[in-house]
DNA sequence: GATCGTTGTTTCTTTAAGTATATAACGCTA
DNA sequence: TAGCGTTATATACTTAAAGAAACAACGATC
């Protein structure tokens, strides 16, 4: 059993943008006219050209532009606008299977319930997400030890109960996010200080905002990956953080919660 | 601009159930036979069996029993796999439609990215998810304060920074989910104890696991709502914790994360 | 045994969608 | 000005799917 699900994107309750027409738009950026692009796909020119005139009918902005005549008889380019648009909806596409994906897992159709399937589609106020692999995974009877390394080579350890170990379906070698809260975050400015079984990762704070009585600081990690941290005002003073200060940004593990 | 997405159950990489055959299955259930359940669709009796047909045949247990010929010259009737299967059907396509809405939501088409979108496909590790509704909302500078009430009426406080409240594009009023680790959870016997701040919520323990130095507790809040607890086993020890007592489940309002 | 309303099956018709093809218009090039 | 390859448009053809209608088989019921 296996779910399926095609993606459309509609302007005015009319199709705009499908699979198919993602490969026509592909085809065109890469032939320069819509005869060709149809040959490649393949469908006929009409199909195409219908297609072609549909979405530019439907979008706000133009997505092709068509030249009659000229050099080479004429042609068809794809506009800087629906080159974005083609690269919006493969991020689109992509969430949605991941989405599938999971909705599949956890459907036991022969049980007919959803089994541990709380809410799949949900967004989370945790202002720390990082993405990264399982490196080791412990389990006792109630509690449960999951490290992952980030893709910055830094390890984040989080403590989890084993019964979450078990509904996420957690393996070794697979992908998995960090998530904690900023509040639960403390910053240090000493680099070489270890506390015990702490998370400690270290990174020039980029940015500070201040205000009546919390501070929030984030600093990056790694390459593109960034923590923030909600501290009161006065410790902030105490430290005199300043952006680009190197710091070390704590977070107990048993604060980190993990997400497949 | 909207997405738009149908939900297909395939066996065998063949369509088993879609929209259409769920509105026929479900005439079928109210009408008892295929030649009245094509007519209320309405759709053509040939379709009407041949849809029928397929998906008895894809299917590993029968979904409808066909008789021909007897009382009332035969009749079809859904067997309790087949509510099953429609029933889930819905449950799959409720979650999926809250998938799509979502990935609307955050799918800035103009700019051409998804904005603050992370992953909206995740589940999480944390046990305690309780499904709410904002009964208020302040931020400050940095900070921000989201009170949610339950089904049970009770309320829980969260502390989030005001960036999340934004990205979540909270409202008074809406639904929202509470979650906490199990192991931000504290129990407490004493059922009129309060304490600054501190979410409190009662109910009888329903369930004790106890591990190697670790111990689950389990409480039922309202009608079918639990909150489970990790506590040491020293802690569970000296407050002579049995299944059935009433309890106290404290949780810091800082260390609730929330959902949409 | 005749009746009834259903399932199961066949055949024909209709319809929609796509394909193929032909051709005008276009604007640069030589 | 003729040639080119394209867009733009119309027309005819092909094909696949849906629908309509007709009818045999069925088994309880009267």
């Given at each position: 059993?296996?779910?399926?699900?095609?993606?459309?994107?509609l302007?005015?309750?009319?199709?705009?943008l499908?699979e198919k027409?993602?490969?026509?738009?592909?085809?065109?950026e890469q032939?320069?006219?819509?005869?060709k692009a149809?040959?490649?796909?393949?469908?006929?020119?009409?199909a195409?050209?219908?297609?072609?005139?549909?979405i530019?009918n439907?979008?706000?902005k133009?997505?092709?532009e068509?030249?009659?005549?000229?050099k080479?008889?004429?042609g068809?380019?794809?506009?800087?606008?629906?080159k974005?648009?083609i690269?919006?909806?493969?991020l689109?596409?992509?969430?949605?299977?991941?989405f599938?994906d999971k909705?599949?897992e956890?459907?036991?159709?022969d049980?007919?319930?959803?089994?541990?399937?709380k809410?799949?589609?949900?967004?989370?106020s945790?202002?720390?997400?990082?993405q990264?692999r399982?490196l080791?995974l412990?389990?006792g009877?109630?509690?449960?030890r999951?490290?992952l390394?980030?893709k910055?080579?830094?390890r984040?350890?989080?403590?989890?109960t084993?019964?979450?170990?078990e509904?996420?379906?957690?393996r070794e070698g697979?992908?998995a996010?960090?998530?904690?809260?900023?509040?639960?975050?403390l910053?240090?400015k000493?680099?070489n200080?270890?506390l015990?079984?702490?998370?400690?990762?270290?990174?020039p704070?980029?940015?500070?905002t201040?205000?009546e009585?919390?501070?929030?600081?984030i600093?990056?990690i790694?390459q593109d990956e960034t923590?923030?941290?909600?501290i009161?005002k006065?410790a902030?003073?105490e430290?005199?953080l300043?952006?680009?200060?190197r710091v070390t940004?704590?977070?107990?593990?048993?604060?980190v919660?993990?997400?497949?």
């Amino acid at each position: 059993m296996e779910l399926q699900s095609s993606l459309t994107l509609l302007s005015d309750n009319q199709p705009l943008l499908l699979e198919k027409r993602i490969r026509l738009l592909e085809a065109i950026e890469q032939h320069g006219s819509i005869s060709k692009a149809a040959k490649a796909v393949p469908m006929s020119y009409k199909a195409a050209w219908e297609a072609i005139d549909s979405i530019n009918n439907l979008s706000s902005k133009p997505v092709v532009e068509r030249e009659t005549g000229g050099k080479g008889g004429g042609g068809t380019v794809v506009t800087p606008y629906g080159k974005k648009l083609i690269e919006m909806f493969y991020l689109l596409k992509k969430q949605h299977q991941l989405f599938i994906d999971k909705l599949c897992e956890n459907a036991d159709f022969d049980s007919g319930d959803l089994g541990n399937l709380k809410r799949i589609a949900m967004q989370i106020s945790a202002r720390n997400q990082l993405q990264g692999r399982v490196l080791s995974l412990h389990t006792g009877e109630v509690s449960g030890r999951v490290v992952l390394e980030l893709k910055s080579k830094e390890r984040i350890t989080a403590n989890i109960t084993k019964d979450a170990v078990e509904n996420l379906g957690l393996r070794e070698g697979m992908d998995a996010v960090a998530i904690f809260k900023s509040s639960s975050v403390l910053v240090a400015k000493e680099e070489n200080l270890r506390l015990s079984a702490q998370n400690s990762l270290s990174g020039p704070i980029i940015q500070i905002t201040t205000g009546e009585v919390n501070v929030e600081v984030i600093a990056r990690i790694g390459q593109d990956e960034t923590i923030a941290a909600v501290i009161t005002k006065g410790a902030c003073e105490e430290l005199d953080l300043q952006v680009g200060n190197r710091v070390t940004m704590l977070v107990k593990s048993s604060s980190v919660m993990v997400g497949v």
